[in-house]
């Protein structure tokens, strides 16, 4: 593997064995990665940005305020930032398969709530989002306190 470095993306070569027709070929194919430093940065930032809206909807709930402002944060709030708090651990290479493991984990952890509080006969959709939301919150601090203790100047 050889790297041209360039940009805010580096193009690597990866070289790969092609079996098309039964006869194997090497053949070299670009592929764009993001470098390190610039994925550490945007996922301390988005960890930021979700620990923020995550705060503001539950500030919203306890204060009673409806409208479209908490629509939104709670929307934001219920499909990425349970599974955003536990898929940022993971650090992946992919950015969208982040994306798409942070919604798929945080309507999860919602739908596993809500079928407990069924089977418990306990409906109270305001504690459930409380409890996934202050959980959600404690992670996300760990996350963003680890973030800043390793790369303290924003080194890799």
């Known amino acids: ?15 790969f064995r092609d079996y098309t027709d039964g006869v194997a070929t090497d053949e070299i194919v670009p592929e764009y990665r993001t470098p390190l430093l610039l994925r550490l940065h945007a996922r301390a930032v988005l960890t930021a940005a ?6 503001a909807g539950l500030a919203l709930a306890t204060a009673g305020v409806g409208g479209p402002v908490r629509f939104l944060t ?3 709030t219920a499909l990425a930032v349970p599974g955003w708090a536990i898929v940022s651990y993971l650090d992946l290479r ?18 596993l709530v809500a079928q407990v509080m069924v089977m418990t006969r306990s409906w109270t959709p305001s504690a459930a989002t409380w409890a996934v939301g202050m959980l959600a919150a404690v992670l996300l601090v760990v ?14």
């Open 74 to 76: 709670g929307m934001v």
């Open 1 to 15: 593997m050889r790297s041209n470095a360039g940009g805010p993306r580096d193009l690597v070569f990866e070289t």
């Open 94 to 111: 992919w950015p969208s398969a982040e994306i798409a493991l942070s919604v798929a984990g945080s309507l999860a952890i919602y739908l």
């Open 50 to 55: 979700l620990l923020a809206i995550d705060l």
């Open 143 to 156: 996350r963003l306190v680890r973030y800043h203790r390793d790369h303290p100047s924003g080194q890799p």
